[in-house]
């Protein structure tokens, strides 16, 4: 079982937002697709582990560690019975070659290398193991998940690296490698688990104020600032699309959160950040009754219990 799930990163929470509320750049618009489509990825090779027998595996999605000031990513980590698998995901699309262990476009365009990261990554994490004293094997792997991808020139010696076609058969071994889960194996676990940085230093968010950004809610469904009250729901005025009060202001409500969480959360902030025409005694029920109130009175605030927040 995951012992971390993965979670939407904040960074992108947050650029999921701003699209709609700002000018957006081609290059931000570009980075947007790439980080949304590198969770799918990610997301994607999650189901295929939680195809696994429960008691069998344990995993951490996700997963950020620091040594000496230097910071790595895993994006998967599975704990076997006698090592770790490390996996590097990619969800990219369309024709690649290898050459010398670089990664190229048909067109000829150097990307990133996959492997170099992934080298990277577990050098420094062998290393974080070794000052704990943690002596277990590791393996890495690279995996290319999307269907419409195509590696040329790859030689047959990049024992780490598993193309789309490969997928089945590679999660197929893995499955047929695992043993039910030991106390030493989730005492290790938590150790890993206390690794975990929860805040990411690599966030690339473009500046923006409260001042700046659009104001208004905007339809979950297509996207358009076109709702308005109608019978005690929130209906959008383009597709039609249906939300109570309560769902609306609550989504605004988290926004608000995510985009300034330095910010307090006060009735007039939430209205002039929802701008729904709906009364004061509206909005109020919805946060007295789904927010925790401090103080009272004029200087009052809300500040979100756990229960209150959604996927977004």
């Not at 990307?111 to 990554?121: C, G, T, V, W």
């Not at 699309?241 to 985009?259: D, N, P």
Request: proline share 4%; aromatic share 12%.
């Amino acid at each position: 079982m995951f012992i971390k799930q993965r979670e939407v990163p904040s960074e992108l929470k947050i650029t999921r937002f701003l699209q709609h509320r700002m000018n957006w750049t081609e290059k931000e618009t570009r980075q947007l697709v790439y980080d949304e489509k590198g969770f799918e990825g990610e997301v994607f090779v999650d189901h295929l582990i939680e195809k696994f027998p429960d008691d069998n595996y344990l995993a951490i999605g996700d997963f950020l560690f620091e040594f000496n000031s230097s910071y790595a990513q895993i994006d998967t980590l599975l704990l076997m019975a006698n090592k770790l698998i490390l996996f590097e995901i990619k969800n990219k699309e369309g024709d690649h070659y290898y050459e010398e262990g670089k990664l190229f476009t048909a067109s000829g365009y150097e990307l990133k290398s996959p492997f170099e990261q992934s080298d990277r990554a577990e050098a420094l994490f062998r290393k974080k193991l070794q000052s704990f004293g943690i002596k277990i094997p590791i393996d890495s792997y690279i995996l290319f998940v999307h269907p419409e991808f195509t590696l040329y020139q790859a030689p047959m010696t990049i024992r780490k690296l598993v193309l789309p076609t490969q997928l089945n058969a590679f999660f197929k071994k893995l499955e047929a490698n695992l043993s039910p889960v030991s106390r030493k194996q989730i005492d290790l676990s938590q150790k890993l688990l206390n690794f975990h940085q929860p805040d990411s230093p690599f966030k690339r968010l473009p500046n923006y104020t409260y001042e700046e950004l659009k104001k208004g809610l905007y339809c979950e469904s297509c996207t358009n600032f076109s709702l308005s009250p109608s019978d005690k729901k929130i209906v959008c005025q383009t597709c039609k699309h249906e939300e109570s009060i309560k769902h609306a202001v609550l989504r605004g409500v988290e926004e608000f959160h995510i985009l300034f969480p330095n910010h307090k959360i006060t009735l007039s902030r939430i209205k002039d950040w929802c701008r729904l025409e709906i009364s004061d005694r509206s909005y109020q029920h919805v946060l007295s009754s789904n927010l925790v109130v401090k103080n009272h009175g004029r200087y009052s605030y809300y500040i979100l219990a756990e229960k209150t927040y959604r996927k977004v």
